[in-house]
């Protein structure tokens, strides 16, 4: 049994001896096979995509922009296509590099970049509250490197070089310290002429006003039901997966509510283990941490004695050695809770003390205490 984990979505695959040479032949997951590339390949929000061209038409105007919305909606795949438009097909022949950084207590950090010739991918907030390190140094290198284009019309008219922009992804942007959203403004004040930026988040809460009111805020919703329901009908034919009954495609669906990603992956785990098809009684797939969480919840319901939570407190380092985020476990275990708990008064307890934890998980660095305290919190509720 393999277990492949996302940092936002996790999902087990478990694979049939079968499938393996298979899987392996295509050397890519489906829901890599089948991203789309460009503008025009994008299905659904069309109102986001039509706004996403007429940015494209005039590239040197291009604004710094801030995508916001769910896990699974497709704000990379957009930011990709964007870019796909302005600069062509060169901005997916990527590579990795790891570049070391050196706190002021002499403490290496490094930091994977993804790069191609037009852009730069990192994410920040993986160096904690190094980020601003990485804002300062990586960034402002970027910035103050002038970028040239010879094949630019207007560089041919004026007899001269061209005058072009390199543009950077930030990933979880609104994970970013306060620090590094202050340094990140000043470089975006400074150094707008050649750099772009281009940040992801999930939400806006976080982010600093001074940053939003210098970015275009381009919203991303998550697909509906049947949107994604039609993107797995897309993907099924493409790979011959015998369908059945098409509610179970609905069934997924609902079950991912609006993660396409997430959506695709179960399909896919679905479709292996059942050897390319599925009928209306194949089982769906959940993931092994979402059932450890489950069986947590009702631990909690059920045993609310100190034994019971030191047995939680091994189930939420367990998680977190797995790389599932605290933030992710706290609001499935909420909803787990949410749903098991009959009592009204009870049900606004956990979602108050969630809200209350959720924040504290924000601000400080010891993920498990906050997680150990919530399920504390909830034993003395559903007790008192």
């Not at 922009?65 to 990379?76: C, E, M, R, S, V």
């Not at 009870?346 to 919530?374: C, M, T």
């Amino acid at each position: 049994m393999t277990s492949i984990f996302y940092k936002d979505e996790v999902l087990l695959r478990e694979f049939n001896t079968n499938w393996k040479a298979q899987l392996t032949g295509k050397m890519s997951l489906w829901v890599d096979k089948y991203r789309p590339k460009s503008l025009d390949a994008l299905t659904h929000t069309p109102r986001l995509t039509h706004l996403l061209k007429s940015l494209s038409v005039e590239p040197r105007d291009l604004p710094h922009l801030l995508f916001y919305g769910p896990n699974g909606a497709g704000k990379k795949t957009r930011c990709m296509a964007l870019l796909q438009s302005i600069f062509g097909s060169g901005v997916y022949k990527l590579k990795i590099d790891v570049r070391q950084f050196t706190t002021p207590s002499n403490r290496k950090l490094e930091l994977n970049v993804v790069s191609s010739p037009y852009h730069l991918e990192i994410t920040p907030s993986d160096m904690g509250n190094n980020d601003r390190i990485v804002i300062q140094e990586l960034l402002k290198e970027v910035a103050q490197m002038e970028q040239v284009d010879f094949q630019t019309a207007s560089g041919a008219e004026t007899g001269g070089l061209a005058h072009r922009y390199k543009c950077v992804i930030i990933n979880e942007a609104d994970s970013l310290t306060r620090d590094a959203q202050a340094a990140l403004r000043r470089t975006m004040e400074k150094y707008s002429r050649n750099i772009r930026f281009i940040m992801l988040c999930e939400s806006m809460s976080s982010m600093i006003a001074p940053i939003k009111s210098r970015c275009l805020l381009v919203r991303t919703p998550a697909p509906t039901t049947q949107e994604t329901a039609d993107a797995l009908v897309k993907v099924g034919g493409q790979e011959k997966v015998t369908v059945e009954d098409e509610a179970i495609l609905n069934t997924i669906a609902e079950s991912c509510d609006g993660n396409l990603r997430k959506a695709l992956l179960t399909f896919e785990s679905m479709a292996l283990n059942n050897e390319m098809c599925l009928k209306s009684s194949t089982a769906l797939i959940r993931a092994d941490w979402v059932v450890v969480i489950l069986k947590m919840a009702n631990r909690i319901l059920k045993d609310r004695s100190v034994s019971s939570l030191v047995e939680c407190r091994a189930t939420l380092y367990d998680l977190l050695a797995h790389c599932i985020p605290a933030k992710v476990i706290i609001q499935e275990l909420a909803f787990a809770l949410l749903d098991a708990i009959h009592n009204d008064n009870h049900k606004i307890a956990v979602v108050q003390w969630a809200s209350v934890f959720d924040e504290r998980l924000r601000l400080g660095n010891k993920p498990i205490y906050h997680l150990e305290g919530f399920i504390a919190r909830v034993m003395c509720e559903v007790d008192g």
